[in-house]
């Protein structure tokens, strides 16, 4: 357990970190035959997986011979997944099944303890993967996306949305601040993405003015590939790109659910670290944009209003995310002089988790970044809340709290030395 001795750093433990990242799967084609009722149940529960969200996934039973029997009169698709039954000959049925099956198709195999035939036999036999069974719903879901993953070393296009409980509570802020960590501590290429096209304030924090961003993107006539985008990117630093909202009022900006799909895959291709900072509204793209990323975090003030907002947004994102880490959540503006708020502590206990931060009101030190357009971090690297900021980095990278050194028993007495030196 994690415990602090205040409320404006971590509060309990925080939830358990990713143990690997998942790249979602591109829109392919996946034909599943299954033996046994708990891998089938398996197979549609992942199905309904976001990571599988643009994947065409069918189920049938009757495992090596049904697969055999369909693809003599019908072509195969992209993937198929096969079950085996313990004792079954497994390298004959792939044989025949090489006969019959189109050039390119991937094929998983979920065998048991029982097989016989050695891994290398299957990879010769075309064999993408071979999972042992029985399989839960990650297993599903890890084999078919591995099958697409540029490198399973480097993961590329961890894709963190941010978002406010409620309007006005510096959940921008905090996306800026988060990014700005990312890519200078962690050394991670990110790419922030400012999607509040009318009053987006990434550009002035940044202190960029872009002709170009992703308005330009987004209407664009044709699917935008990663030159495309390349050129709509702003530098801020050596790691981290911005793509900036036109911030301009000359038109309306109403969005499908899918408009910024394409920018988004385009991005995870080459950017190993995505960042939302989404706007304050309810929509369907808006949605879509919080359940299809990897790690969420919800910014919130400590009062009732913005209770009720994070509780419903958590509640409604659990339920649509269910193989997923819960979102996160953080308080902002902790500690305002002469305003009632609901401690950390409480909140917590309303939300039934702890938060990922509890970062405390200091008007004068955001004030001035703001104004300056810049970072914490630049005006002041060694402060308490830029130092927060890599920890919520490191957490919503899934690599847990840095490691602190350890302090000598002198090292007290070292530093009043050096203070009266």
């Not at 495992?63 to 009169?73: L, R, W």
């Not at 006005?168 to 096209?197: E, F, K, Q, Y």
Request: glycine share 8%.
């Amino acid at each position: 357990m994690i415990h602090s001795r205040n409320d404006s750093d971590h509060l309990d433990a925080l939830p358990p970190l990713s143990d690997d990242y998942i790249a979602p799967a591109p829109r392919v084609s996946v034909q599943a035959f299954c033996e046994r009722s708990t891998t089938a149940d398996a197979v549609q529960s992942a199905g309904l997986d976001r990571r599988l969200a643009k994947a065409h996934l069918t189920l049938k039973m009757g495992g090596m011979a049904a697969a055999i029997e369909t693809y003599h009169s019908v072509p195969t698709p992209n993937v198929i997944i096969l079950e085996t039954k313990g004792g079954e000959d497994i390298l004959a049925g792939l044989d025949e099944l090489a006969s019959v099956c189109d050039a390119g198709t991937r094929v998983v195999v979920i065998g048991s303890d029982e097989d016989a035939a050695p891994y290398r036999e299957l990879v010769r036999r075309g064999v993408s993967d071979y999972v042992i069974g029985p399989v839960e719903t990650l297993d599903v879901v890890r084999a078919i996306c591995g099958l697409f993953s540029a490198s399973e070393d480097t993961p590329v296009g961890r894709m963190i949305a941010v978002v406010g409980a409620k309007g006005g509570v510096g959940a921008s802020t905090i996306a800026h601040n988060v990014a700005w960590a990312i890519a200078r501590d962690l050394a991670l290429d990110s790419v922030v993405i400012d999607l509040d096209m009318a009053f987006g304030t990434a550009s002035l924090d940044y202190n960029k003015d872009p002709l170009q961003g992703i308005a330009n993107a987004v209407f664009a006539n044709e699917r935008p590939d990663s030159a495309f985008i390349e050129r709509l990117l702003s530098k801020c630093n050596d790691h981290l790109s911005l793509l900036a909202a036109p911030a301009a009022l000359d038109r309306v900006y109403d969005f499908g659910a899918d408009a910024f799909d394409a920018i988004f895959d385009t991005l995870r291709l080459t950017t190993p670290v995505i960042v939302l900072d989404i706007p304050h509204q309810w929509s369907g793209w808006t949605r879509r944009a919080l359940v299809g990323a990897d790690d969420i975090l919800i910014v919130a003030e400590p009062d009732l209003a913005n209770l009720r907002n994070a509780k419903n947004m958590l509640s409604l994102l659990k339920t649509a995310r269910p193989n997923d880490r819960p979102p996160l959540y953080c308080l902002n503006q902790v500690g305002m002089s002469k305003r009632p708020e609901i401690s950390p502590r409480e909140f917590a206990k309303a939300i039934e988790g702890p938060p990922l931060a509890s970062i405390p009101f200091d008007p004068k030190m955001f004030g001035t970044a703001a104004n300056n357009g810049q970072m914490i971090a630049e005006i002041s690297a060694g402060h308490r809340i830029s130092k927060t900021f890599v920890r919520m980095a490191n957490q919503l990278n899934g690599r847990g709290e840095p490691k602190q050194p350890k302090g000598s028993l002198f090292a007290p007495l070292i530093k009043k030395l050096r203070a009266g030196a």
